[in-house]
């Protein structure tokens, strides 16, 4: 008679540690779950099929063929020593700031 009764003193204590597994399993399938998409993301492609392949090389081939619409405007391409000599002239053209002398004051 006595074996129930401490059996039962220790029901309250399983199920507050079983909820406490629970809640610890959570993050645990979540971080399975990231790994296993991580995984199936970062596989390699799988290899072109050959008419998949020559068909997009044709089509490569034919917009590099083509000659550009005579409507189309293009921007200039710059180099780096132009882009920074036209830096250099737009900051010398500001006028200087003055320097201010409240804060030399002290």
């Given at each position: 008679?006595?074996a ?6 220790f029901?309250?204590?399983?199920r507050?540690?079983m909820?406490v ?14 790994i296993?998409w991580?995984?199936?993301?970062s596989?390699p ?10 068909e997009?090389?044709?089509r490569?081939r ?6 550009p619409?005579?409507?189309a ?5 710059r180099?780096?020593a132009m ?9 010398a053209a500001k ?6 002398s409240?804060?030399?004051s002290?």
């Amino acid at each position: 008679m006595n074996a129930p009764l401490k059996f039962a003193a220790f029901e309250g204590k399983a199920r507050v540690s079983m909820s406490v597994l629970v809640w610890l399993a959570i993050p645990l399938v979540a971080l399975v779950i990231g790994i296993v998409w991580a995984y199936f993301l970062s596989r390699p492609a799988r290899p072109a099929a050959m008419e998949e392949s020559m068909e997009s090389f044709t089509r490569f081939r034919r917009a590099l063929a083509e000659h550009p619409k005579p409507g189309a405007k293009r921007r200039p391409r710059r180099s780096v020593a132009m882009a920074t000599a036209i830096v250099t002239a737009k900051r010398a053209a500001k006028p200087a700031e003055p320097e201010h002398s409240a804060a030399r004051s002290n």
